[in-house]
């Protein structure tokens, strides 16, 4: 495996528990901090201000065709935060939670309506990673909520970004977390966190993916990735090339796999929670990468560059 460390800057920190990081075309990074149930703004300047205080927990988040950011509300989570308040960690399910949704934020109000909060009458339990299609329709992940001594099995829908309609696409799925497209947009994947794997569905039509049965998948995907060890996987973000860069927990860092399964590269950080990463600046060879554990947001020079999102980098 080729490890690799980084030089990188600092841009913001005392973050609670960032997440969802989006670059903005004016060079602002526009992301979650759960812990503080927001959606923020860092300025290029390295300045903190909320956009919406939402609630819950906010997780993962991305600019719709309308130019209103939608994010994946996983309802909240209980802390463990270390005696000197630097460092946190989420360990379970809030015990103010009443539930998951998707909800859409006017970025230049901070005005926000909730979208979607149950798929046929089941309620969504944690939505966690969102991605947009080019139609202006989107992919989500609900990992589920972890409590002391249950969790629930989660799953991947698709839905329309003006409220009309829902559908569970996959499930059950354990702890469904990152989720992409490939550059030609015939490839969902999914990164499972607990099993640390990333998985890959064909697409077949709008909002439907075929599955691989049973023997050969447990969840319908293809596995792409198997080189073991103590790792949870979390966000993930695609290169030009198709690579898929997914955020990696536990030995903290941005595991490179490409299509076919190779681990390309791991680029190594200090931060056990590595949770998530874009790509921004004009060549889209820069990454926007989120150490939770510490609260910071960090810039990377990155070797290869960015798939343009849907609604964004144009």
């Known amino acids: 495996m080729n490890i690799t460390k980084k030089e990188f800057k600092v841009l913001a920190e005392n973050l609670k528990f960032p997440e969802g990081p989006i670059y903005m075309n004016d060079g602002s990074i526009i992301l979650v901090e759960i812990a503080r149930g927001t959606l923020s703004k860092v300025n290029k300047n390295g300045s903190v201000e909320v956009v919406a205080d939402l609630g819950g927990g906010p997780n993962g988040a991305a600019i719709g065709p309308d130019g209103y950011c939608y994010v994946c509300n996983n309802g909240g989570f209980e802390w463990e935060v270390s005696f000197d308040n630097k460092y946190m960690r989420p360990i379970s399910q809030s015990k103010n939670y009443v539930g998951g949704s998707i909800q859409k934020v006017n970025l230049n109000t901070g005005q926000f309506s909730t979208l979607y909060r149950e798929c046929n009458d089941i309620s969504l339990k944690g939505p966690n990673d969102i991605v947009f299609d080019k139609n202006g329709d989107f992919w989500f992940t609900d990992l589920g909520k972890v409590r002391e001594r249950n969790m629930d099995r989660g799953a991947i829908y ?22 992409g497209l490939s550059p030609d947009e015939k490839t969902l994947y999914v990164a499972e966190t607990e099993g640390g794997k990333l998985y890959s569905y064909k697409i077949t039509d709008e909002g439907q993916v075929d599955k691989l049965s049973f023997p050969i998948s447990i969840n319908g995907g293809k596995l792409l990735n198997n080189e073991g060890g103590i790792k949870r996987f979390d966000s993930l973000a695609l290169e030009k090339n198709g690579n898929i860069c997914v955020a990696t927990l536990i030995n903290g860092g941005i ?34 990468i989120t150490a939770s554990h510490e609260g910071l947001l960090l810039e990377v020079k990155w070797d290869r560059e960015g798939l343009p999102l849907n609604f964004l980098n144009k």
């Open 255 to 288: 595991s490179v796999i490409s299509p076919s399964g190779d681990l390309v590269e791991f680029v190594k950080f200090d931060d056990p929670y590595i949770t998530n990463i874009c790509f921004g600046s004009q060549d889209l060879k820069t990454a926007y």
């Open 158 to 179: 698709w839905a329309k970004s003006d409220g009309s309609e829902i559908r569970e696409v996959i499930q059950p799925f354990m702890t469904p977390n990152g989720i």
